[in-house]
């Protein structure tokens, strides 16, 4: 099958017991087992070890993205918290994209941290500076590519290729691109990790997770953690998730295209005074996004000149647009990471990476360009 059959069909079958077209939502704790020398026939005992709407999902995140297993968890920041505690102990060492989405950065400076966990933020865009600070206690990489907010590449073959080197795991967060567009373990990662609060989802409806695994082994380590800790996805998150994965091409083509179509606006507006989007060629690695990926995605930044004022004042008048965390959804969104989706990241770390005062986020959705276009214009007249 290809990927608009799978996205419908792999992971689900109508329910044996009634026919029902969609993979029931299984709202229960427990499940009875037959005998005790039977236990688990069926596959399930309780729903933190295992749900069968959440294996559903599972299964069908493990077909889309090319893996052995996948693991959903009750949100992004759950999946990468078990898969660090799953290949990290203390005195271990792991590497860092220097920009990555706020969240990955407090757990990483603020939390694991304090359990002896050494974290290195290196320039994932330049394979030599990630190159240069693995030691010999290195086990883990992670690199998000796209990066949340500055729109940073990462050559995911040539960080695997380091990570194999060192006897490391390379986690590749794919939020912005999905296996839609970017192919992560194809292209040597260990592990793809998701928000599918994301595009998965699609519709500003859920907050989850997923890891998708290379092999069985990987998987195992990573869901012992989830087990142990109790980081599960619910029921309901994963059957509404199920739904928005049907659509899932459709709306990243569609929402890619919006995006371009908006970048070649603002990038010839005379009030903007910069704009990144990897479909541009202006886009310093272009290039790059052109080699590893087979789409642009939907997420861009801009800035307008008169920088923090002028963009507070486009924010915050911009019609159509909604003023609000989160990205891939359907819906528009306008955000200012500085303030928003990065506050916990230090201002002196946050200039250094590139996540300037005046940057003004773009989480393009699936309304008419031309809307989208025409209230960006008339934002940008006001300022
Ligand atoms: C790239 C990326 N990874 C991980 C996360 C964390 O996901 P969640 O908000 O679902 O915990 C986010 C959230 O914005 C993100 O943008």
């Known amino acids: 099958m290809r990927f608009r059959s799978k996205q419908i069909h ?78 990290l102990s203390a005195g271990d060492h792991a590497i860092i994209s220097d920009v990555a989405y706020g969240g990955t950065y407090r757990l990483c400076t603020k939390v694991l941290n304090r359990f002896g966990i050494e974290f290195s933020f290196a320039d994932t865009s330049n394979p030599d500076d990630v190159q240069a600070r693995v030691q010999k206690n290195t086990k883990l990489f992670l690199t998000e590519t796209p990066a949340n907010p500055t729109m940073k590449l990462s050559d995911i073959a040539a960080i695997s290729e380091i990570s194999k080197e060192a006897g490391a795991i390379h986690v590749v967060d794919n939020t912005f691109l999905t296996p839609y567009f970017q192919k992560a373990l194809d292209l040597g990662a260990d592990l793809s990790l998701h928000s599918t609060t994301k595009y998965f989802d699609g519709h500003n409806a859920t907050v989850g997770g997923a890891v998708i695994s290379k092999t069985a082994e990987l998987d ?40 371009m179509a908006i970048a070649k606006f603002l990038e010839s507006h005379p009030k903007v005074k910069q704009v990144a989007y990897p479909g541009l060629e202006s886009f310093s690695q272009h290039e790059l996004a052109k080699k590893q990926a087979s789409g642009f995605g939907a997420m861009m930044w801009f800035e307008v000149k008169g920088g923090l004022q002028a963009g ?58 031309e809307d989208l276009i025409e209230a960006l214009d008339k934002a940008l007249e006001s300022v």
Request: proline letters at 3%; glycine letters at 8%; charged letters at 15%.
């Open 220 to 259: 195992e380590q990573i869901r012992f953690i989830q087990n142990s800790t109790g980081s599960i996805m619910s029921p309901m998150v994963a059957w509404l998730t199920l739904q928005g994965c049907k659509t899932l091409s459709i709306r990243m083509e569609q929402q890619s295209a919006n995006a």
């Open 312 to 369: 507070k004042q486009l924010m915050d008048s911009i019609e159509l647009w909604t003023l609000a965390e989160n990205l891939g959804s359907v819906e528009s969104l306008v955000t200012h990471p500085v303030t928003m989706t990065h506050a916990a990241v230090e201002e002196a770390e946050r200039i250094r990476v590139g996540i300037i005062d005046g940057l003004v986020r773009l989480s393009v959705g699936l309304e008419d360009v």
């Open 10 to 87: 792999a992971g689900v079958s109508p329910d044996p017991t009634t026919g029902a077209i969609l993979t029931p939502i299984f709202q229960s704790t427990t499940f009875v087992q037959e005998s005790v020398d039977e236990y688990l026939s069926k596959g399930y005992s309780y729903s933190r070890s295992g749900n069968p709407t959440v294996r559903a999902l599972e299964n069908k995140l493990t077909v889309l993205e090319g893996g052995a297993d996948t693991i959903c968890f009750g949100t992004g920041m759950s999946a990468v918290t078990c898969t660090m505690l799953a290949f």
